[in-house]
Every structure is written in C-alpha cells, then in structure tokens.
C-alpha cells in the first residue's frame, strides 16, 4: 500500500488525483549556503544604526550606511576588491564611549632644493602632495594637512600642529586600539623618493585604547547563519566571546558552522605569542606585519576570498590564492621561510609575495593548536578540515530529512508493502554509503572500503523512534609539501 501525503485514504469522489513528492527529485550534493559578515566600527555620520544587520552590495552603500572612511566602509572596500559574489552584511559597532582614538605626526624639516611630490601613504591609501623648491616645512606641512582632509576616505584626520608649524598631527577618525595600526610612510612604490633636501620623521600611531565590545554584535546574530566572518579586533576579550559563540553554533543541536578571519601586525615573537594564546578551530589569523594596509583589510579580505573559494570546493586548499585589496610589505619586512614555518606551528597563517607584488595566501590554517588534556592534536589544522567537515554534516542532514521528511520506523527484515513510507536501519545506511559515493565523486573524501567496514547505522536501545549512526569519512587531504632528492650522477 502506497502512502500518499495530501490525497486522503477515504477520498469516494470519483476522480483522478495526483500529488506531487519530492523526496527523490534531488540528486547529487547539495550547495551549503555561504553568507559573509563582517563586524566593524562605523561613524556618527553613517545612516545605519549600530548592532543591526544589514546586507551590503557593494562600497558605495558600505560608505552611506557607516560613514566615509569609517573602518566598517574601508572593511568592505577590501572585502568587495576580493569577491564581489558572495552575499554580505554587516553589523556596525560604535565607538566605545571609554575608547581613545590613536595619534601620530610628520615633521617635515630641512630645505628644498627644487619643485617635487610627496607620496604619503596612510593605510595603504595614497596621498599626493605637491610642493615648491620655495617652501618652506611648515608650508609643506599646511599642504599635506589639507590633502589629509580632502581625501575624506581616509581613516583619519589632519591638522597642524599649533607650536610646531611644521608638524601635521594624525588623528583616527575611530576611536579605539584598532586605530594604532593605521600605517603611515612616504613612498612604497618603486621611483617615489621625497623631494630633493626635504625630510619627513613619522611618528607612528599610538596611543588608541578600548575597542568596542562586540557582545552585542554576537546578540544580534540572531537566527541567521554567517558562515565567514571578517573580525577586526584581536584583544583577547572580543576574540574569546568570538570564538565561544561560534562553537556554541558549530555544535549538534545549531549546526550553523561560521568562521572568523582576523588579522595581526607586531614582531615575530608578538605575533607567537597571539598565536599561542589562542586555541580554537572556528578562527584563523593572518600575519600582516609591514604591510601598509590595515589589519581591518586583511581581515576582510581573507573572508572574501576563502568564502568564494570554500563555496565552490571547500576541500581544495587556499594556497597561491590572491588578497586583493592589500598590499605586501616592502621586501626587507616579510618574514623569511623559516619564520614562516614557526608561525604555522604558532596558530598564525601566512602569505608570500610574488614578482608583481602580489599577496597570495601561503597556507590558512586556524588557531586550534592542542586538546583537551594539552596536546599537540593537529587535527583541525587547516581551514580546509574544518569547512570539509562542515559541508559533510550539511550534506549528511540534507540527505537524510529529504529523502525520509515523514517515515516510519522499523527494523531491518520487516516486511512491508511497495510505497510504503517505511525506513529500516539498513535502508539509511545504503543511502548514507550512496552519499558517500558523491563525497568521494566530488574530491571530498576517499576510502570506500574504509568507510563501509567502520560505518555504524542502528536502532537506539532506549528510543524506539531514533536511528544512531557512526559516520567515519576519510576526508580528503591537501597537495601541500613534494619532497625530492635528486640523486645525480656524473
């Protein structure tokens, strides 16, 4: 006897009557949802309230809802100079009202000799400042204040300094510690040099203190799933409700698997020691040391791309992959192989450079380091482990309650007419192996012989309504290291 869902059992109206179902009608894997949000500070002048999620297509509406030059704005220029595909929101923080912004200066001096430009660039951002082979620094100063201000999408403003005429003084228009890694040099690129017989002595950001606390960023999540999360504080406060929220929501009972992706400047041994503080699966942290771009644009800019990439393959690794939307440190400040290496044993991925100046990912892994009892466990390693086993849930439960939406239950030998809407513990299990067949299929696992033998699907003993299963994928690994001797002879 077949079960039908919609046409009743004592339907006497003649008739011809047809339903549809659509338990069967999906083959293959399923598309996980990937939706990113990035977390920042906005301005008083941005029109969208703080703590509320709003979806944002593209910079021009990033810069009206937070504010021009606003971190959250900057966020998303790099954010969409990586990926302009995946769906994006953010939720907009202000400042904390016990929060300092950061400070630095230019001093100018010395004595031109002829006609030249400056190429100053704050957060990797350039300005260009004309000058006169009469000016004098404090005339230059004047100018290089009023550029600052003109270009009202910096992260900062200008003014010159009261006693000393011919210092510009910088101050961030956030706000907080973040703004003490606002980069500010002259010249990055190759032929720019200040012009001749003037000098510039930076005095780098300081002095910013207290980011905003983003417990009510993590509150206004809600319900919706953000599966990569671009998180630009690193303050060990704001990290650890990060990474608590996402295990709560990475566990069996939520299953809304997210990622954060922050990023870090400082000397190798800080950048350890950031490393080795932390210790979970859901967050990955690049070192941007050097690099005149903020760690806010790492950040997002690592989300986008690893959002893009994971989505269409999240087995496949990040390496070589490009970060637009930041730019490399000078050659003399990127950090050698070995320090590299040290780094990806820290809980710190890394980036290289290639010959055009590229930033590409070097390997993406996350902060989980050691187990429970403290030790070295590398098993969620790589970014790519933790998203694999990710989709395999996802897939898993997608199979399962599409195909038995409203099944009966029963063991295994019962015998049961054609079209019943009857499931056994057998049954499940071949769907799960025909799963299985596409997780390997599609590059996501392998080992079906492995996975038969160990897979487990059986009736509870206490719940007469329930089904355990022991699913053991071999998830596929990555194509990371090739070592050779060449063993040669003459």
């Not at 032929?191 to 509150?219: F, H, K, Y």
């Not at 704001?238 to 929501?249: D, F, K, P």
């Not at 990622?259 to 070192?287: D, Q």
């Not at 996975?451 to 690994?477: H, Q, S, T």
Request: hydrophobic fraction near 50%.
């Amino acid at each position: 006897m077949i079960s039908f869902n919609q046409i009743p059992i004592d339907l006497r109206t003649p008739g011809a009557y047809l339903e549809f179902d659509n338990s069967a009608a999906v083959r293959g894997l399923p598309g996980m949802p990937s939706r990113i949000l990035v977390i920042g500070q906005k301005l008083a002048a941005g029109t969208q309230p703080a703590l509320t999620p709003v979806q944002i297509l593209d910079e021009a509406a990033a810069e009206a809802a937070f504010g021009r030059g606003s971190m959250a704005h900057l966020q998303f220029r790099a954010l969409k100079a990586a990926n302009t595909w995946t769906e994006s929101w953010a939720i907009a923080l202000d400042d904390d009202v016990a929060a300092a912004p950061a400070a630095g200066s230019i001093l100018f001096g010395g004595a031109l000799g002829a006609a030249g430009t400056i190429n100053l660039y704050i957060a990797g951002q350039r300005v260009r400042i004309g000058v006169g082979a009469a000016d004098t620094p404090a005339a230059v100063a004047t100018a290089t204040a009023a550029a600052i201000n003109a270009a009202t999408d910096l992260p900062v403003t200008a003014a010159v300094n009261a006693v000393t005429l011919a210092q510009v003084d910088i101050t961030a228009r956030g706000a907080g510690a973040a703004g003490n890694d606002i980069d500010l040099r002259v010249n990055y690129n190759f032929g720019e040099a200040l012009p001749t017989g003037l000098t510039a002595v930076i005095t780098a950001m300081a002095g910013g203190a207290t980011n905003p606390d983003i417990a009510g960023a993590i509150a206004a999540f809600g319900d919706a799933w953000y599966t990569d999360i671009a998180m630009p504080y690193t303050d060990a406060a704001n990290l650890t409700a990060l990474e608590s929220e996402l295990a709560r929501r990475a566990g069996p009972l939520v299953m809304m698997d997210g990622h954060a992706y922050a990023a870090a400047t400082g000397t190798h041994a800080a950048l350890t020691t950031l490393g080795n503080a932390r210790n979970s699966e859901h967050l990955t942290i690049i070192a941007a040391t050097g690099s005149p771009s903020a760690p806010w644009a790492w950040s997002a800019a690592l989300c986008a791309v690893a959002a893009f990439h994971i989505r269409i393959d999240p087995a496949r690794p990040l390496q070589t992959l490009a970060l637009a939307g930041v730019m490399a440190p000078d050659a003399g400040q990127r950090f050698t192989l070995e320090e590299r290496n040290l780094l990806l044993f820290d809980g710190v991925s890394t980036f290289r450079v290639d010959d055009g100046g590229r930033v590409l990912i070097e390997r993406a892994i996350t902060t989980y380091e050691t187990n429970a009892a403290g030790i070295a466990d590398p098993s969620y390693l790589d970014l790519t482990t933790i998203k694999t086993l990710a989709y395999l849930r996802y897939s898993v439960r997608a199979r399962i309650v599409s195909k038995f939406p409203r099944h009966k239950l029963a063991s295994d030998g019962t015998e049961y007419g054609a079209g019943q809407a009857i499931v056994t513990p057998s049954v499940i299990r071949a769907e799960l192996i025909a799963l299985f067949k596409d997780w390997e299929n599609a590059g996501l696992a392998e080992g079906m012989a492995q996975f038969k033998a160990d897979l487990v699907v059986e009736r509870d003993a206490g719940d007469v309504n329930r089904v355990n299963a022991l699913i053991p994928p071999d998830v596929v690994n990555q194509f990371r290291v090739f070592a050779g001797k060449v063993q040669f002879r003459l």
